[in-house]
């Protein structure tokens, strides 16, 4: 709720008071009925009496998962929650590589792993399983080099500031011609005043009248596409972005999905991060990382990551 939230505002959407849209807003549209068509006048519900714009599956499904996330936290323990799965793949054979548990029989402690599918299921790949928490690890490491990048924050800001600021040719264009139109309607009114009145007055009054119309649903289109967000936005963004415990499961969680698509992972110390911002994406090796100071015990004091990341994906995520 809380990721939706934020996208929500940093895509520039406003409340209707045009305020920011917070955590409660989101929860009340997730539950409004009006949403799937449901027309409530005190205890007369009335299905379709509103056009319903979102389905009806599809706001029963967002129901259900509402319920079970509120069950989540006792559902099982966190390091039992494999972070990657669905994320993580094999580079010997392109498989999926899936979380595995294990007991050692001599000190009863438990073992966690990512296994590749083709090796469980003896397909003939030979790559070495990995442990959870290394590769989860080397994951978080990887999102900390976007997240603390300044010059990517800065390239950011700046782009989202001349993007608001360039002019839009298109909206003056629509109004010019939303004038014009307004015009000839009075000049008709006029004209019909004055008694002149031909067969074609009443067409051409109607043609009129529908371009007004479509005008104006054009003018409001163009100006609910004009990009708001602005650059302390963004960089507010980022900031509570890296406040985030990045020790913590469920902020572990959150940072993953947000960033990490694909993963791809090599036996000779190669490693392929795929990101939902494509530019992000990048190969790396476990060295490179590990130079990068990202197994420092006090996760905090990190400096600034050696790697520049090019994100005009990113800059366009946020932007559009
Ligand atoms: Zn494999």
């Known amino acids: ?100 548990s294990g007991t050692s029989q001599m000190k009863k402690k438990v073992h966690r792993y990512y296994k590749c599918v083709s090796v469980k299921k003896h397909q003939g790949c030979d790559k070495k399983t990995v442990r959870k928490e290394w590769i989860e690890d080397l994951a978080i490491a990887f999102i900390r080099t976007i997240v603390f990048d300044d010059d990517l924050v800065s390239m950011l800001c700046e782009t989202a500031t001349r993007v608001q600021n360039q002019e839009n040719t298109t909206l003056p264009l629509l109004k010019k011609q939303y004038n014009d139109t307004l015009k000839s309607i009075d000049n008709l009114l006029n004209a019909i005043q004055q008694g002149i009145l031909t067969p074609s007055t009443k067409q051409r009054m109607e043609d009129l009248e529908k371009q007004k119309t479509e005008l104006s649903i054009q003018i409001i289109k163009e100006e609910m596409t004009k990009p708001i967000i602005s650059a302390e936005e963004i960089e507010a963004y980022f900031n509570r972005l890296r406040k985030l415990n990045f020790k913590k499961i469920e902020h572990r969680r959150r940072l993953i999905n947000t960033f990490i698509n694909k993963i791809v992972l090599y036996d000779d110390g190669r490693i392929y991060f795929g990101c939902n911002y494509k530019d992000c994406s990048k190969e790396m090796t476990f060295a490179e990382l590990e130079e990068a100071n990202v197994f420092s015990s006090d996760i905090s004091a990190l400096g600034a990551p050696k790697y520049r990341i090019e994100s005009f994906d990113l800059v366009r995520y946020f932007i559009l």
């Not at 409340?15 to 205890?43: A, F, P, Q, W």
């Open 1 to 100: 709720m809380q990721e939706v939230t934020d996208q929500l505002n940093i895509k520039g959407i406003r409340t209707k008071r045009g305020g920011k849209i917070s955590i409660n807003s989101v929860t009340r549209m997730l539950h409004n009925r009006k949403y799937i068509g449901e027309y409530k006048y005190r205890d007369i519900v009335k299905p379709g009496g509103i056009p319903a714009i979102v389905p009806e599956d599809l706001f029963d499904k967002v129901q259900e998962r509402m319920v079970s996330n509120k069950k989540a936290p006792a559902k099982h323990k966190a390091e039992d929650e494999y972070l990657l799965t669905t994320k993580l793949f094999c580079g010997k054979c392109q498989c999926l590589m899936v979380g595995e």
